[in-house]
């Protein structure tokens, strides 16, 4: 007797989609400027566990006396390069606990790396210059967006049931958020900006 043929897969659900808006408002950091809420980031921890997300590697320039780009999100585990591309010297460094490092001084086309392996929020800063600061916010999650100028979001694909929607900004103190997916209700927060902006070069 023939084997019946397999059912055809089913198509895969596109998953549960999560909109809102991050909101920043001033407090005793100074005033918000235009375009400021495009340096937040808002991600998704599944209470069930997250897909761990496959490191890659990125890279920081110093370039201008500043870093480029200011902000970086990556996967636990990914490789940093920062490159010099400037003519003077930089000493790029952290503090952050758990994620200590320095390279020391050096020059134009040199390259320093690093590997990213503790989740969270690392400073990265400079000894020649005192008002470079990068932020590198190491994920363990792969739901995650950035809002737009405005601080609207939209995060998509994510699994069914409960979890934290995390908001964060390089000026405020995070914020959790318990959620139960799928919620067609969006998803807002007002963050106070507690730390001041960024300086231009």
């Known amino acids: 007797k023939p084997v019946p043929a397999a059912e055809p897969a089913k198509p895969v659900a596109s998953g549960s989609t999560v909109t809102g808006r991050l909101e920043l408002v001033a407090g005793s950091a100074g005033a918000i400027q235009a375009g400021e809420l495009a340096d937040g980031l808002v991600y998704f921890l599944p209470k069930a566990g997250a897909p761990k997300p496959k490191p890659g590697t990125f890279t920081i320039d110093t370039r201008s006396k500043g870093f480029s780009p200011s902000l970086l999100v990556v996967p636990q585990g990914s490789t940093v390069r920062f490159p010099n591309r400037d003519t003077i010297l930089h000493n790029v460094f952290s503090r952050t606990p758990g994620s200590v490092f320095d390279f020391g001084y050096y020059g134009a086309g040199e390259v320093k790396q690093r590997v990213f392996s503790k989740p969270g929020l690392v400073i990265v800063n400079c000894n020649v210059h ?29 699994p069914a049931g409960p979890g934290t929607l995390v908001f964060w900004h390089p000026r405020a103190q995070a914020q959790s958020v318990a959620v139960t997916l799928p919620t067609a209700a969006p998803v807002t927060r007002r963050m106070t900006a507690t730390r001041p902006a960024r300086q231009e070069h």
């Open 130 to 158: 005192h008002n470079m600061r990068a932020d590198v916010v190491v994920l363990t999650t792969p739901y995650y967006t950035r809002p737009d100028r405005n601080g609207r979001y939209s995060l998509t694909g994510l």
